[in-house]
């Protein structure tokens, strides 16, 4: 009556197996996931200054008033011969994270806000995001991947470098 309860050989390797693959599965889980893209170049505009980690973090957090970013945050600063830009990014763990973020700080701005105005939703190579402008800016905001993406430009110079910075980062 016993030996009809043995064990089948390969079942020990199938058992095996799957706790390989469990264990595979929590370390993947626990990797942290890559940076999130940014073009250092795009248009006539190059990165003069990256800030990364708790010091970008620390800025944006300050200009909110509050803490209320990710603990991953870049800020660059870009200039060339006609203007300047400064790109803040923060990355989620997940896009539809990054998405619900960047809808959340659209509604705040779409229903006013002091300093922000001209609001309005557009798409830029097939990116959905927001503008709006103030602090002598152009504003330009939109989720892609797991980031939110928040590019403040002089305004001579927006139009056309919000379509090279999407042109760029989706080359990247």
Known sequence: MMAGLRANPHSRWLVLGII????LALLLLQWPPSPLPFPTRFGDLEAQEILRGSEARSIVDEMHGKGVTPKENVIVRYEGARGRAVLYLSAYDAPTIA??????????IERGHPVFVHFRRLSI???PMCLCLGMGQAHYFFSFSRGV???AVDPAIAQE???RFVEALQKS
């Open 149 to 151: 993406y928040w590019l």
């Open 125 to 127: 190579r097939d990116v």
């Open 161 to 163: 470098t919000i379509v």
């Open 99 to 108: 998405r619900r973020e960047m809808e959340r700080m659209a509604g705040l």
């Open 20 to 23: 390989a693959l469990l264990a």
